[in-house]
Nanobody
């Protein structure tokens, strides 16, 4: 069982920056595929970015060049650095994990955090 806890959300003005963190339990964090997804009110949960155990990253086109995912295996944490934030980035952000790389869809991840709100004001 893997437990995930997000932190770092909040309110930020458009153009600003925010960093989300995800702390994971489990003894084999360095082998997990980790991801970030987000869900805005009335919309489907959507892919934001993924980092594999080999530190290979994938990003949604909507955040490419603005968001950066990193991981610290020694601390069992993953971070999402968000720059040049836009009002359309407002959503509940979810940390996800899986023991293998199965793809970029939400169905590819078995473990999920509770989510954390990010609000970008215009």
């Amino acid at each position: 069982q893997v437990q995930l806890v997000e932190s770092g959300g909040g309110l930020v003005q458009a153009g600003g920056s925010l960093t989300l963190s995800c702390a994971a339990s489990g003894r084999t964090f360095n082998s997990y595929t980790m991801g970030w997804f987000r869900q805005a009110p009335g919309k489907e949960r959507e892919f934001v970015g993924v980092i594999t155990w080999r530190y290979i990253t994938y990003y949604a086109d909507s955040v490419k060049g603005r968001f950066t995912i990193t991981r610290d295996n020694a601390k069992s944490t993953m971070s999402l650095q968000m720059n040049s934030l836009k009002p359309e980035d407002t959503a509940n952000y979810y940390c996800a994990a899986d023991t293998a790389f199965r793809g970029l869809s939400k169905e590819s991840f078995e473990y999920w955090g509770q989510g954390i709100q990010v609000t970008v004001s215009s």
